[in-house]
């Protein structure tokens, strides 16, 4: 059974590589749900990101290179803004900085109107450098260090979401030494687990994250917090998953956290804001149909009120953290192909495969999920027939794969460049420096220009932590 980014009970949601088209040329058309918005080709077939040929980008900052379509991100963060807008005009989208983060990309959340969520102090000391105010910041995390949480009370950070019964005890005793009253969310696990378009709901939390409704440990760390004169409780927090094609297990979701927020508000204890976390999907492959953003947003809206109204209260103020559904579309790798080898499988088809000058130092997602991606040829177009691909990385690791299956042109030649859609989240924020490759730059384009957003590493970069690597 292959796996599945939601864990082995998901591993049957898989993709296949299809039957191949007649010809590559027809992978000339770009689909507008997996490729940036300004994705297009240019009249010798190269492929054009943000007015930027992708020829002329390897050849100026190298590949592996990721490019990030700022008109993209800013137009999908300003859909988020719109469609969840609250009339306070308090922030109440938050660009998740997990998925990827950059001063650059802060500075384009911030003035798209969105705060940051942000869940370390890394991410956190990044967000302020990209000239985002403590007051539009949230802060998450299952293990904050005593430093993270005083840094984030230093910094003003407008929420902290405590995730355990100790961590009560640590966020009060940082804001009593400075004379604070933190303003805080309590995470709830509600036992409803959600993955495009499916939901497993259970009675038991089995997870690190939040605290469990079920057991009784999210209403004591609520009565805990309201009861520390160093705390101000602000409401509840849940986050059920990734890749939500649908509101299906929010509805789960809200209903069981409603639950409890209606009966603190019996009890005498307000809940002013309700934050339903992420987890928004997007497309990777054709196939994939997450839900538009308005209507998400709409449909949580109603799913709220419908909760709220059966419980017999008033509606929160709603928080929400999208984070890939911002970057991931936005962003693509381009690779440089190197190594072709065909392989014969059973019954005689042949397999190719592509080697590429990245891997799972840059794309670390299709050998911990085996997810699926789209990748086309990006420095020409071809007429020749297709073939069944595997596109692999340059590791030293067998599971070193970047593309399963794909169908590319039978003339593909080293030199080629290859493009993969759908990269601008969890790829360079979770990439490492396996057998000691450089970490690939990221380049921002928009309207034929370009910025540097992270530059890429070099050896220099690679020796700087080694002592042993310091001229005597």
Request: with cysteine.
């Amino acid at each position: 059974m292959r796996a599945h980014p939601a864990g082995p009970r998901h591993g049957d949601v898989v993709a296949n590589p299809g039957p191949p088209p007649r010809r590559a040329q027809s992978g000339v058309a770009l689909d507008p749900a997996v490729w940036p918005t300004t994705a297009e080709r240019d009249g010798s077939g190269a492929l054009v990101i943000g007015g930027c040929d992708l020829r002329d980008l390897a050849a100026e900052f190298g590949t592996p290179l990721f490019v990030l379509d700022e008109e993209d991100f800013r137009s999908r963060a300003a859909q988020f803004r719109i469609a969840y807008a609250d009339p306070s005009g308090t922030a109440n989208v938050y660009y998740a900085a997990k998925a990827f983060l950059a001063t650059a990309v802060a500075r384009w959340a911030v003035e798209e109107g969105l705060g940051i969520d942000v869940a370390s102090g890394g991410e956190l000391a990044v967000a302020l450098a990209g000239g985002c105010d403590g007051a539009r910041l949230l802060q998450h995390g299952n293990n904050k260090s005593r430093a993270e949480i005083a840094a984030a009370l230093d910094a003003g950070v407008a929420r902290i979401v405590v995730d355990s019964l100790p961590e009560v005890d640590l966020v009060a005793a940082e804001a009593s030494a400075r004379g604070l009253r933190a303003d805080v969310l309590v995470r709830v696990t509600v036992g409803v687990e959600a993955h495009t378009h499916e939901f497993i709901a259970t009675a038991h939390e089995d997870q690190k994250f939040g605290l469990s409704l079920a057991s009784g440990a999210a209403e004591e760390a609520v009565r805990k917090v309201v009861d520390d004169p160093a705390l101000r409780f602000r409401g509840l927090h849940s986050h059920i998953g990734s890749q939500i094609f649908d509101a299906s297990g929010f509805e789960v979701a809200a209903a069981r956290v409603i639950s409890l927020a209606g009966r603190l508000v019996r009890a005498g204890i307000g809940v002013e804001e309700l934050d339903l976390g992420g987890g928004m999907g997007i497309a990777y492959v054709p196939d994939d149909d997450p839900i538009p953003v308005s209507e998400m947003a709409d449909a949580l809206r109603r799913i709220v009120a419908d909760a709220c109204a059966r419980e017999g209260i008033g509606v929160p103020r709603l928080l929400f953290e999208p984070g890939r559904a911002i970057v991931g579309p936005a962003g693509i790798t381009v690779y440089e192909v190197g190594t072709i080898k065909p392989v014969e499988l059973d019954h005689g088809q042949v397999r190719t495969y592509v080697s590429v000058d990245g891997g799972m130092s840059d794309n670390v997602r299709t050998a911990l999920y085996d997810a699926d991606y789209t990748v086309v040829l990006a420095n020409r177009v071809s007429d020749a027939e297709s073939m069944l691909c595997r596109v692999v990385g340059k590791h030293c690791e067998s599971g070193d794969v970047v593309v399963r299956d794909a169908w590319l042109p039978a003339d593909l030649a080293p030199g080629d460049l290859l493009a993969l859609a759908a990269t601008g989240a969890y790829c360079r924020s979770m990439a490492s420096q396996y057998n000691y490759l450089p970490r690939p730059a990221v380049v921002g384009v928009r309207g034929g220009s370009t910025r540097v957003v992270l530059r890429r590493e070099t050896p220099r970069d690679l020796l700087a932590l080694d002592p042993g690597a310091e001229p005597e």
